[in-house]
């Protein structure tokens, strides 16, 4: 019997410090709050196996240095063991077109047409035209292409074409569980790999309702997630100020029937050199839903003619000091108010 409990309380220290290092805490005034914690039993978001054998990323640029008008600085990539869909299509990033054109011709894939995806995508935020693979019935992967034209030491003596982005869309049922689980899935994919993840819900073309509405038309799944799977809006009806709770599954399944049904996402590093944007779109064509994961580069781009990368680095610089002094004299202004919401909520 004493072994049992040395096991049990071994195991409990074990549980208790992994929690600990997963837990994000802030701090506003005098207290101190746990404002997220990552969903240990919550598989990540399904890849798609569509990868090359090396991230382009890692690969040496020769117009990558000194007195170059190239901004391909690779950025700071964290090495991480977790594999989700936005890990695994990262790695295209920098990658040449005719590079992928060879690698889908290998595995039998046909590129998709213009004319296919305006009729699959219709006038929405995702893509129209460019290079789109159709990997299942339905599932496509798209990538951002660009001519860069100031690549060498000279401006204007080029026109590479590297993959700047890359997009994995998905349809999925339009049933409440299917889409609150997409959702859940890449908030905590975020937060797993990364160092912030946040969602936002809404009908596009609507104006927002009230928060005191039975079923708001937006909401936003920031820093935390709320164990019950809903979320608390500030209400100043009715006397004095309330937080008022609503279910993430009532207000997703009343939008979802709208015709402008909108989510989008972002997450990533809070690193001024962070090598990629990761973001989800989802939108909604006729009674279809399509969820779109897209990595973007942050530094594989063209620059002003004349602005070496050093010089663009050392700007970016300057203007990020600048925001965290901003951001701090903010923050202090709003810590008595902060610190009265997590109270409230948490």
Not at 180 to 203: C, H, K, M, P
Request: with cysteine.
């Amino acid at each position: 019997m004493t072994n049992f409990f040395k096991l049990l309380f071994t195991a409990f220290c074990i549980l208790a410090l992994t929690n600990l290092h997963a837990q994000k805490k802030v701090t506003y005034g005098k207290s101190t709050f746990v404002v997220y914690q990552p969903l240990t039993d919550l598989e990540p978001t399904p890849v798609c196996g569509f990868v090359p054998d090396i991230p382009g990323y890692t690969r040496k640029s020769t117009n990558y240095g000194p007195g170059t008008y190239y901004v391909y600085a690779p950025g700071n990539v964290p090495k991480t063991s977790y594999k989700c869909i936005l890990t695994e299509i990262r790695d295209w990033i920098a990658y040449r077109p005719e590079e992928v054109k060879e690698f889908a011709a290998k595995r039998g894939l046909e590129q998709v047409p213009d004319k296919e995806m305006k009729k699959l995508f219709k006038n929405t935020r995702l893509p129209n035209s460019g290079l789109m693979y159709k990997l299942t019935e339905d599932s496509w992967i798209w990538f951002y292409v660009k001519g860069l034209q100031n690549c060498g030491p000279k401006a204007w003596a080029s026109n590479e074409e590297y993959v700047l982005g890359v997009s994995y869309i998905v349809k999925v049922p339009q049933e409440t569980e299917a889409i609150l689980d997409r959702i859940y899935r890449f908030w905590n994919d975020g937060v797993r790999f990364s160092d912030f993840a946040t969602v936002s819900q809404s009908n596009f073309k609507s104006r927002p309702t009230a928060p005191t509405d039975q079923n708001p038309n937006n909401f936003t799944i920031g820093d935390v997630l709320n164990w019950e799977k809903g979320f608390y809006r500030l209400s100043f009806e009715g006397g004095p100020p309330t937080y008022v709770w609503h279910s993430y599954a009532k207000v997703v399944e009343t939008n979802m029937k709208k015709p402008d049904f909108d989510i989008s996402g972002s997450a990533g590093y809070e690193d001024l050199f962070t090598a990629f944007d990761y973001s989800l779109d989802a939108v909604k064509v006729g009674q279809n839903i399509y969820f779109s994961y897209s990595v973007n580069s942050n530094f594989l781009q063209d620059i002003v003619p004349g602005v070496t990368w050093q010089k663009e680095m050392a700007g970016r610089k300057e203007s990020e000091a600048q925001r965290k002094i901003e951001m701090q004299k903010l923050n202090k202004q709003n810590a008595a108010a902060l610190e009265k919401y997590y109270k409230e909520i948490l």
